[in-house]
């Protein structure tokens, strides 16, 4: 069944890269609970306790006013396919902007994904397993293509004026400082 332990070993990596989606759950200390699915490839092991994740620009932006309030996260994988199991991963994040240098520094661990407005990096607390003999097998089809396709007909003008109008602060109200002005910094 279930099992704790303290880094991301060889055998978690591997599963890890096998997953086609993953869920990204935060909160800050009020307002709302956000767990959101991502998929595409964004997401990368960089050692036994941090990994990094590209986010994409989207209807929201819950994930980065939550961590700038209250920077816990928790990811969880699960298998739909071959041997059941779920993996969380529990640790402390931090999310950067195109703007800031860890941003430029981990850009190219990814394909180029127009859209692309964050990168988050997580410090790995805690790993946990457990059975996923619940989880339904489901088949991996193949990716969507509307958010790459939306985000290329966009161009990157068009793209930073939408973050401005709908990523700027969460459901909440809580600023995400995905612009950078005295009013976001």
Known sequence: MGKIVSEINSDLKAFIENQKIFFVGTAATEGQVNISPKGMDTFRVLEANKVVWLNLTGSGNETAAHLLKNNRMTILFCAFEGKPMILRLYGKASIFHQRDKEYQNYIDLFP??????????????????????????????????????????????????????????????????????????
């Open 112 to 185: 180029k994904i127009t859209g692309s407005r964050q990168i988050i990096e997580m410090q790995v607390d805690m790993v946990q397993t457990s059975c996923g003999y619940a989880v339904p097998f489901m088949d991996f089809k193949e990716e969507r293509i509307q958010l790459k396709s939306w985000s290329e007909k966009q161009g990157e003008e068009r793209l930073e004026n939408y973050r401005k109008e709908k990523n700027a602060l969460s459901i909440d109200g809580f600023e995400t400082k995905i612009v950078d002005s005295p009013n976001h910094n």
